[in-house]
């Protein structure tokens, strides 16, 4: 199989409502490139390309005001083909079957760079809090948030612990 070249041409942004809020579990995605597995925020705005069948592909992560607003969404466009869906992977695959007329699919994860070692770091870079995810019993927890204090009665512990199940 030939490998595909991904190319990151915008970082994108973070937003501190979205990545570190109540739908935050939405805008973090663990890496599975190393041994370390640590999650990476899907930034707004991040946009990639890839060449596929001698067409350019672009991916973009949008926000759809007409839907849920604290979901991502994922932009797919070649020439005037474009399309806008819920995970990465429906969006390429829409797109190059709007083009080629044909069931291949291609990997969403694969197009956003998203599993490639240097555009991981690149979307990773001032990140001043990782997202963090537990599990407990059959109950998975998601901590997008901690606080501290100068209260040693509390071991220091303070507001700002935010997390969701």
Known sequence: M?????TLI?????????HYGA?????????????KK???????GQKTKISLNE?????????????????????CECGSFSSIKQ???TAISTVYKEIFNNQTRYSGNLVLGWTNESIIEQLSLDVLFVSI????????IFVFGVGS?????????????????
Request: net charge positive; charged share 20%.
């Open 133 to 140: 995810s537990l599990s407990l019993g059959e109950y998975k």
């Open 38 to 44: 640590i999650y990476f925020p899907i930034r707004i």
């Open 55 to 75: 067409r350019e592909f672009f991916m973009t992560v949008v926000i759809n005001y007409s839907k849920n607003s604290f979901l991502p969404r994922f932009y």
């Open 23 to 35: 739908y935050s579990r939405y805008w973090w995605r663990l890496s599975n490139i190393s041994k």
């Open 2 to 6: 030939t490998k595909l070249s991904v």
């Open 87 to 89: 995970d990465p992977t």
């Open 10 to 18: 915008e970082n994108g942004i973070l937003d501190k409502n979205l």
């Open 149 to 165: 204090s100068s209260n040693s009665e509390w071991n220091n512990g303070g507001p700002g612990y935010k997390s969701s199940l």
